[in-house]
Each structure stands twice: as C-alpha cells, then as structure tokens.
C-alpha cells in the first residue's frame, strides 16, 4: 500500500507543478482590481490635495511644481479659521437644516413607498409611473414656482423651505424603498392583519424593523444632500445668522482676498462627517442597494 501512496502523491505534485500560475480568471480579477483602484484614486486624491493644502502656507500652497508633504504641519489654519469663521454657528444650523431633512425623508418617503407596495388600490401603478416621472424634473425648474409659493407663505428667509419638502416624499427614495418592501414576504402582513393589526401598525412594527438596510441608504442619501446643499440655502435664506456651512464658505470665496488655506481647513471640517457617516453605516447601506436590485 505504500508504493501506491506514493505514487498518487507524486502524480498529485506533478499535476499542480502543470497547472499554470496566470490563468485567466487571475488576469481578469488583477485588470478589475486596477479599474478599481483607478477609479478609487479619482475620489481620494482631491480629498488628500484638500487635506494637505489645509495644512500648508499660503507660499507652499502655490509653489510649482506641487509639493504634497508640507515642510512643517500648519494645524494654526483649523484654529485660525474657526476663530475668525463663524464654524459653530454655521455648523448648527446645518446641523438642524440636515437632521430635520433626515427625519422627514425617512419617515414620508417610508409610509409613501409602503401605500405603493403593499396596499391594492385603483390607478396605483399608474399614480407611481407619474411619481417616477418627476425625477426628470431639475430643481431649476421648479426653483422659481417654489420661491413664489414660499414667499407668499411668507417662509422666505427661514429654514421651513429647505425642510419641509422632505416631508411630502422623494420620488428616487420612494422608488428605493418600494422596491425593498416588495420583497418583503406578504405572508408577514396577512398574519399581522388576522390578529387584527391595522395598515399603521403593519408599517410601523413588521415592516420598518425589517427594512434597516434600505432606511439607513435613505439616511445617507438625505444627509449628504442636506450637508452639502449650496443652492437651496442661497435662494431661501436671506439673513447671514441662518447660513449653512456650504452659503458660509461661498461668502468668504466671494471676498477680495480669500485666504485658501483657512478654506480647506474648513472644508475638510465639513468633509469628514460624510466620510465618517459612510464608513460607519457602510455595512447596511450596501445591504440596502444590493437588496433593492435583487428584489422586484
């Protein structure tokens, strides 16, 4: 038996000695993992440009050809510029801007989303064709008609006109989580209607528990676009006190003499929260988009 043992395992070794080290497949993933890492370079090195500016002088800023590693760390810009920019102030209201738009994009766009996907009603396809088809509508066109109306409501130069659209649902959001709730077993709603649960109550406690990935993709979704809202701020906001980061940052710009370095110490401020929100719901976030392409 031990010269047969041996034989096989010779065989063995003289099969993997035969099998080629770059095959196919390995080509295949090596030129993936290179479009990937292209594409990754294409987002992270203008953040780390913005990183290393904010931390350089006015001098090595402009040097030619660029100097990425600063000769001495200027971290005097952070504090230099949230001492003479109203950071905190601009901070707080982005933040109220921003959690405000959060909760009402979860909370409408979920109870929308939820009447187009589990409940049987007339003309209720047709109704979600034309909530689809508002997405081919820029917020250029609709700018002025909302400033009309927001005006004679007499909202303008208040937060209500950058908060309360999110209340009355967004047609991309609405499209994510009816397609997520869709896939939600029916059997769970019939039995949940058996014991006597209303339509409410099947939302709230079967449905929303169940629906965390897609719920925390809104989220994401909803801060960035909050945090980084430029154009609503500049059109509704009229008084200096209730400017956001972003309306901040374009006043300083505007100046005669912007000093660019205590402008991306601010930017990277305003930078890192979105990175640190991604990061730290990344693992549900990617749940949510591959269980909305899956289900339908």
Do not use: C
Not at 184 to 193: G, Q, R, T
């Amino acid at each position: 038996m031990r010269p047969s043992t041996s034989v096989a395992s010779e065989n063995n070794l003289a099969v993997k000695r035969k099998k080629p080290f770059v095959s196919v497949q390995n080509i295949e993933t090596g030129f993936v993992y290179i479009i990937l890492i292209i594409f990754a370079a294409m987002y992270i090195i203008p953040f780390l440009w913005l990183l290393s500016g904010s931390l350089k002088t006015s001098s090595e800023l402009f040097t030619h050809p660029p100097i990425w590693i600063p000769k001495q760390l200027q971290w005097s810009n952070f504090t230099t510029a949230f001492s003479e920019f109203p950071f905190l102030l601009y901070l707080k209201n982005t933040l109220i801007i921003t959690f405000s738009t959060i909760i009402g994009a979860v909370f409408s766009n979920s109870l929308i989303a939820y009447g187009f996907s589990r409940i049987e009603w007339k003309f209720r396809d047709g109704v979600f064709i034309l909530v689809l088809a508002t997405l081919m509508l820029p917020f250029q066109v609709t700018m002025i008609p909302l400033f009309v109306l927001f005006k004679n409501f007499g909202w303008i130069g208040t937060y209500l006109p950058l908060i309360v659209p999110a209340f009355f649902g967004n047609p991309f959001f609405i499209f994510l989580l009816r397609q997520f709730f869709i896939g939600i077993p029916k059997e769970l709603s019939e039995s949940a209607k058996i014991d006597g649960a209303s339509e409410f109550t099947i939302y709230w406690k079967i449905i929303m528990p169940l629906s965390k990935p897609i719920l925390t993709t809104v989220v994401i979704f909803a801060f960035i676009g909050a945090w980084g809202d430029f154009i609503g701020p500049l059109i509704f906001l009229s008084d200096n006190k209730l400017y956001t980061l972003s309306l901040g940052i374009q006043q300083i710009m505007s100046e005669n003499d912007p000093r660019w370095t205590l402008l991306m110490a601010v930017g990277v401020a305003m930078t890192l929260p979105v990175i640190i929100v991604f990061f730290v719901m990344q693992k549900y976030f990617i749940q949510g988009i591959t269980f909305t392409g899956t289900k339908g």
